[in-house]
């Protein structure tokens, strides 16, 4: 089963067994639409989640004290990535590290080495010749090629 990170218990939330998630997914919104989560290769099921000011505080199968909440702190989450709903042509943002970046008339750039998160949007950092950092948007990324494992860009002067 593949897994996919998607959030990091941060905290534990009143007596019952309940972990307050920072979650790493489009939204908490969207976090609170798992259904299963995986801990140290272990399924929990998700009993019930709600967002509370940008985080996501959940209860998960199996714990369901305090005691068992606070050695979950700073613990990493998983999601099967068939339960997250990848729409046809879309991916994920950990699908494009370490793809090949190209510029549209096929120039190698580099390698996508990392992805920036700012408020304003994602950013690809390539690493090549030089580090190059591209707004993760159209009109600078023309297309992603997933089975190719290229990412094609459109750099402005400057980049």
Known sequence: MDLIETGRIVNTHALRGEVKIEPWADSP????????????????????????????????????TIDQAEKL???????????????DGGYLLSDLMDMRAVSEDGVELG?????LT???GEVLEIQGAREILVPLRGPFVTDVDLEAG??????????
């Open 111 to 115: 390698r996508v080495t990392g992805i």
């Open 73 to 87: 702190k700073n613990q990493v989450l998983y999601v099967p990535r068939e339960d997250i709903g990848i729409r």
């Open 29 to 64: 919104e969207a976090f609170c639409g798992f259904r299963r989560l995986f801990l140290d290769n272990t399924e929990h099921r998700v009993e019930r989640a709600r967002v509370q000011k940008g985080f996501v505080i959940a209860k998960l199968s199996g714990i369901d």
């Open 150 to 159: 290229t990412v094609t860009l459109r750099l402005i002067e400057g980049m």
């Open 118 to 120: 700012p408020p304003g």
